[in-house]
């Protein structure tokens, strides 16, 4: 048990740190989004939001109810891939919201 309880911290950390990186850069959002955002089909919203919106609205806002709840948290991630290729060809780099990221995928994976 402790071993899970364990993890749950270090995923809330994870949580934590990837909450700081998008304050950091600016790309959190003080409104929340419309409920018509969160209707999408596509992998991570791509068609109603941008990464970094699905980040704080949806996988951070899931990811914090599942710790909340004490309910499984998802064995597999790879959001990281994801947020290199949101970053490839802007102006930011990004390279400490993906280290976060890459961080919460080997946590998730249990790499």
């Not at 909340?68 to 919201?97: D, H, T, W």
Request: aromatic share 10%; charged share 20%; with cysteine.
């Amino acid at each position: 048990m402790a071993e899970n309880q364990t993890h749950e911290s270090y995923v809330a950390d994870s949580l934590l740190q990837i909450e700081i990186e998008l304050r950091s850069m600016g790309a959190w959002q003080k409104q929340p989004l419309p409920p018509e955002a969160f209707e999408s089909t596509q992998p991570f919203c791509l068609d109603t939001m941008n990464f970094t919106q699905w980040l704080q609205f949806v996988f951070v806002e899931r990811m914090k109810l599942l710790l909340e709840a004490g309910q499984p948290l998802p064995s597999v991630s790879g959001i990281a891939p994801m947020a290199e290729e949101y970053f490839r060809g802007r102006s930011e780099s990004g390279a400490k919201l993906i280290l976060a990221l890459a961080r919460m995928d080997s946590l998730l994976s249990g790499e």
